[in-house]
């Protein structure tokens, strides 16, 4: 199962400064890893070399990345746009990525666009923030950072009882560990009064680099200041008095871009999820034994 990426692969290589030659490189090591698809194209493989530290770090996400995709399938699996549950994830929430700073990141932004509650489904939105990630990295390539933004615009205390902790860990285990980009800053805009009971579910999970890069707004923030130091106006929606369209306008476009990468969609799925043939099973038994060798070996005796 062939995943088409749509990023130029050459334009890439030189922009990163990144060769064909660490490419090969980190396929070599993957080879070895049998919860990693044979199939893996050259463009994916590039995004954990530029991404992740270089080609043994990239590898070692890359492993995880694919480890992270087939135990959580909540987030993971029946990622079709065309889905009732997808569908409906899209007509109550705002999705969609940004122009590119001038430093090179990837701004992904969410937000609600339905205040209740009950049209709100955590691990749906998790699932569509995950692809929305993914549709960006599959159309930018590998780029210098990503960097989230938030809108909390009408979050309530009614939504905190829509969430669960097994989720919330799954998402940052993601976010930190799994994800082939590097998370470069988390911005929140409009933070509630009771972002404090927010924190207290997610501080757990988040390492200490990430918390220094959690950036928090609340709606009377100096948004020049917001220009110069955060985000310029470039790469903004005009509701925060940016230079793009509309957060109605970009969601509506995004959502259709959704509908267009249905076959990327459902053929990264299916080449994620491929059931271990024989020679996987070799692979993954001789995986097994070479690490707890390695195990043996770190052991002390005293």
Excluded: W
Aim: net charge neutral; charged share 30%.
């Amino acid at each position: 199962m062939n995943v088409d990426l749509e990023y130029n692969y050459e334009d890439a290589l030189k922009r990163q400064g990144r060769s064909q030659q660490e490419v090969d490189a980190i396929r070599n090591l993957v080879s070895y890893y049998s919860q990693v698809p044979k199939c893996i194209t050259d463009k994916q493989l590039l995004l954990f070399v530029d991404s992740c530290g270089g080609v043994e770090e990239g590898a070692k996400v890359c492993k995880l990345y694919y480890e992270i995709k087939s135990k959580n399938e909540e987030h993971f699996k029946n990622r079709d746009p065309e889905h009732p549950k997808i569908k409906q994830c899209l007509a109550h929430q705002d999705y969609f990525y940004l122009p590119n700073t001038p430093n090179g990141d990837m701004v992904i932004f969410h937000r609600l666009s339905s205040s209740r509650a009950s049209d709100y489904n955590f691990d749906e939105a998790i699932k569509t923030f995950f692809m929305t990630i993914d549709s960006c990295l599959q159309k930018n390539g590998p780029r210098d950072g990503c960097i989230f933004l938030f809108d909390m615009k009408g979050v309530g205390l009614m939504h905190l009882t829509r969430v669960n902790i097994s989720s919330i860990k799954k998402f940052f285990q993601y976010l930190q560990e799994g994800i082939p980009g590097k998370l470069r800053a988390i911005h929140v805009l409009n933070v509630v009064y009771f972002f404090d009971k927010i924190m207290a579910l997610i501080k757990p999970f988040m390492k200490a680099e990430i918390l220094k890069n959690l950036h928090l707004h609340s709606s009377n923030m100096d948004m020049e200041k917001f220009y110069n130091e955060c985000i310029p106006k470039s790469c903004l929606p005009n509701d925060f008095g940016g230079e793009c369209e509309s957060i109605f306008e970009l969601h509506k476009k995004h959502c259709e871009e959704f509908k267009r990468l249905r076959p990327f969609f459902l053929a990264e799925e299916k080449q994620a999820h491929l059931e271990l043939d024989k020679c996987d099973k070799i692979n993954l038994e001789s995986e097994l034994i070479n690490e707890n060798e390695r195990n043996f070996k770190n052991i002390s005796i005293n």
